[in-house]
């Protein structure tokens, strides 16, 4: 993996993600945002945020696969959550934990988790963003 994920010591021990990505490669993947289709356009979890989350993950990994990578390679994520609440947190990590265990991935690379009112389909509760830098 030419990205290394460190967590600098003078910054908060987060568990979800690590606080910097430094990537080393020279081809850049920007992912849009991903939600909880399937490939067909169907919804996956209507109404469960852990479900959703983890087929945001896997259509980010998806993308990042079809442009010659890995779950491994992306160095950024952004999120954005319909109606976040903290009490929300639970599933979230639920729904990453159960994505990256399908992916076997361990590494977190730097988020951003951001409430929004609305996204563009109403039983969407979640979008997630990506950067990835492949070698």
């Given at each position: 993996?030419?990205?290394?994920?460190?967590?600098?010591?003078?910054?908060?021990?987060?568990?979800?993600?690590?606080?910097?990505?430094?990537?080393?490669?020279?081809?850049?993947?920007?992912?849009?945002?991903?939600?909880?289709?399937?490939?067909?356009?169907?919804?996956?979890?209507?109404?469960?945020?852990?479900?959703?989350?983890?087929?945001?993950?896997?259509?980010?990994?998806?993308?990042?696969?079809?442009?010659?990578?890995?779950?491994?390679?992306?160095v950024r994520l952004t999120c954005y959550a319909v109606d976040w609440t903290p009490d929300k947190m639970p599933a979230l990590l639920d729904g990453i934990n159960r994505a990256k265990s399908k992916l076997g991935v361990t590494a977190a690379p730097p988020a951003t988790l951001i409430g929004v009112a609305a996204l563009d389909v109403p039983e969407h509760l979640i979008e997630i963003e990506a950067t990835a830098v492949l070698v």
């Open positions: 993996m030419p990205n290394t994920m460190i967590d600098p010591a003078a910054l908060p021990a987060v568990d979800v993600y690590h606080q910097v990505a430094v990537a080393t490669g020279s081809r850049m993947v920007f992912v849009a945002g991903q939600v909880s289709w399937d490939a067909d356009g169907q919804t996956v979890g209507a109404g469960d945020l852990a479900a959703q989350v983890e087929q945001a993950y896997l259509n980010v990994n998806t993308a990042v696969t079809a442009a010659g990578g890995t779950f491994d390679d992306v």
